[in-house]
């Protein structure tokens, strides 16, 4: 957690409000002052696995028991196990990958012999006499148990979250920090992660720093308006980003079916009037709704909406999507925000009597999001940059005067969260080394 | 319909089996036999919208009444008509985007003045005096009907799959036509849309032919495996398909959240023993699955399980996923397939009772695939190309007998379905007209 303290909370939000931590699963914990925003932003880190004391079978229900020294004990179905045989002909060493076929693996099979080897592996002699073993480390991760499987989920993708409001004081470190320092790297992800918005200071004055910062991850995404895209007010515009207008809250690009997962911004110039860039906590705002508002909550996780954009950029493009406004997984949590009035679709495939429920209740989501004590303003100088989650955060513009002689320009791009928690995962292991 | 006569169906499946074709929504129709293959993939055609004969406001219900030439009639919200005026102020023209803020809109708007115009255009004046045109074809496309929702969502998404077994004859045609010629690239297109698969033959014999073919469409998608990647025998494969091994049926990639839509394979060099391609329709064998064994189905299209990936390639990867192997949408339509058993994730987040029965039901779908009856056995030549869905074809390799100085080699390049799509729409456009 040391690591987190060098960086420093200087973009602060228009009022002092309280956050709160919730977990993805939303049970919410105590609050917490915007000052320990990022203490709490580390993962969960697990201790070194116990030893196994005893491993025996329970035959009848084809399951091998381990006993581990701490007097706990893991289950771990026959199947399961031979399927994932660690040896060389069981599994492609250089690419960690399963070598062995589904065709060749008996799904009933039985276990002939078990024995705890001296260094603590347990080797499993198969009918066929096909042997395996099993590292306890490698086992104690896998356990079936739900306290050990939701560690390894979260170890895995990180899904905690720490909600917001207009008390944000928005995580921020140092633009070329980041670039070259593991350690300052990682902070940033974490905080990207968890408050799903980062800002980074120091950014070189010139074009090109969005793609630097994407190479520090793997890439960056490649979309019709680009690899990266310059946010000017421009003639004959084909988007509405590109003109000097007010922007209200939306995520980015909801047309596509895989909306962007990640936005990076990259201030050049700033307009002498206006231009304030504003964001909201989309999966908190959510939250609010479902307790505000729950049929409206209902509505916008349930309907699925039209969204379209066409023109001409990287090349001409025609994109249609259908999303749900507010996406939730099978067990209802938030997982993802799609919304921009300026691409929602005038079609509309909705029976007529569902119409003006799905007004109604998108009114209701926009004028919670649009209320004071939700909003987070900040103006960006020339150098700062802004990274966001774009599945979870709702972003927008004030309008600006546009003057010919010294256009306001922002630099953007795309990344994926696959891309972003890939690099998330494997920087986290440099730096904190195997959990 | 005609430009698709040009295609020629010279890749024959292993056995003549019959064709099915099934509406998206699940309802089979005739059956049709392997050379009407291509005929039934042109997509529905709306003829030219009748005029206005009378528009008139149901105040009560807030609904606007549009009587057709035809004697039908259409009913629009007059909040739908407000929020989707389509003058300069409301709508951005060069973007074709709602310039309209939805906190600007009154969803209990009424309407003081209806209209019918000269021109044949509805018009409306709103309390606020502000006057909205409407054009009848563009009205009737939106009209709110089942009929007339599903005709358009048709339109934009063609989604009309036709399931296929080993009888299938793989639509065939030429790669300089298809780079060359609009017509020739959009009957390719529909074919890869509606069958899942297509085949171009005639390409040079030299690298970079798969991202010609992407720049065709738009782009390619970059990947850890890089912007296009060679398919070999290599040491240290960090890919089982980098060896001259059998690759089980799989899809691409699902240890990605969105795993990449659409793949092209180019052969360069062919085995000189051994290494032919085979392919099945996921869709078809998920259908298939849900009548023999809807045990099975449910588990697989309820189950999330866990995917992964990592080592080096175009950087340093580490990528992980949740999918159900079988995913349906909230209708219960299936809408990809996520398998591949080697990227498949020894972590397994499922409580102990419910693993059995997904091991069960996983060989189950996997037993189906596998029947000869079922999978399409072809072999690539120097030239060929071969493009397929990647959410809906699960395909394989057989082991080949690997030369040092003739290296078996095929290049490879994915795309999303967004871009594949896009080009669709516009190529559908530029070739048929508006319809």
Redo the contacts between chains.
């Keep these: 957690m040391k690591m987190l303290s060098s960086l420093a909370r200087c973009v602060s939000g228009t009022s002092m409000g309280f956050l709160r931590t919730l977990r993805a699963a939303g049970k919410p914990s105590a609050p917490c002052l915007g000052q320990q925003t990022l203490a709490a932003a580390s993962q969960p880190t697990l201790g070194p696995s116990p030893g196994v004391r005893r491993a025996q079978t329970l035959d009848r229900e084809?399951?091998l028991q381990v006993e581990w020294d701490d007097g706990s004990s893991s289950?771990f179905?026959f199947?399961?196990l031979r399927?994932?045989c660690q040896c060389p002909l069981c599994t492609?060493q250089?690419?960690?990958?399963?070598?062995?076929?589904?065709?060749d693996?008996d799904?009933h099979t039985g276990v002939e012999k078990v024995r705890l080897m001296e260094s603590n592996k347990v080797s499993i002699v198969w009918p066929d006499q096909h042997s395996s073993e099993f590292e306890p480390d490698?086992l104690k991760?896998?356990c079936?148990s739900?306290a050990a499987?939701h560690a390894?989920?979260e170890e895995?993708?990180l899904n905690e979250r720490e909600y917001w409001d207009a008390g944000l004081k928005i995580p921020t470190a140092n633009f070329e920090e980041v670039l070259h320092d593991d350690k300052a790297a990682l902070a940033w992800l974490l905080a990207l992660r968890r408050m799903g918005i980062a800002y980074l200071k120091g950014a070189p004055l010139e074009q090109g720093q969005v793609a630097r910062l994407s190479k520090r991850i793997?890439?960056l995404?490649?979309t019709?308006y680009g690899h990266t895209w310059q946010v000017q007010d421009k003639p004959?515009?084909?988007?509405?980003a590109y003109?000097s207008?007010?922007l209200?809250l939306h995520t980015d690009y909801p047309a596509?079916?895989?909306p962007p997962g990640v936005q990076f911004l990259h201030c050049l110039t700033q307009a002498s009037e206006g231009g304030e860039s504003v964001v909201v906590d989309g999966f908190h705002m959510a939250e609010l709704l479902r307790k505000e508002d729950p049929e409206a909550f209902g509505t916008l996780s349930?309907l699925?909406v039209?969204f379209?954009?066409?023109?001409a950029d990287?090349?001409?493009?025609?994109?249609?999507?259908k999303h749900r406004i507010i996406d939730v997984d099978?067990e209802g949590r938030v997982v993802r925000i799609n919304y921009n009035?300026?691409?929602?679709d005038?079609?509309?495939?909705?029976?007529?009597h569902q119409?003006?429920s799905f007004?109604?209740s998108?009114?209701a989501y926009?004028?919670l999001m649009?209320r004071p004590e939700n909003v987070v303003t900040y103006r960006m100088e020339p150098g700062d940059l802004v990274t966001f989650d774009n599945w979870r955060l709702l972003h927008g513009r004030r309008s600006y005067v546009s003057h010919e002689d010294r256009l306001r320009h922002l630099e953007g791009a795309y990344l994926?969260?696959?891309?972003v928690?890939?690099r998330l995962?494997?920087l986290r292991?440099a730096v904190q080394g195997e959990s």
């Design positions: 084809r399951l289950l179905p199947t399961w399927d994932n492609l250089s690419a960690q990958a399963r070598s062995l076929l589904l065709s693996l799904v490698w991760k896998r079936f739900a499987r390894r989920q895995l993708f793997g890439y995404r490649l019709f004959m515009a084909n988007n509405v003109t207008g007010n209200s596509l079916q895989h349930t699925r039209d379209t954009d066409m023109g990287y090349c001409d493009f025609w994109v249609q999507s099978a009035n300026a691409t929602r005038s079609t509309l495939d909705l029976p007529l119409v003006q007004y109604t998108l009114k926009v004028d649009n994926d969260w696959d891309e928690m890939s995962r494997i292991k």
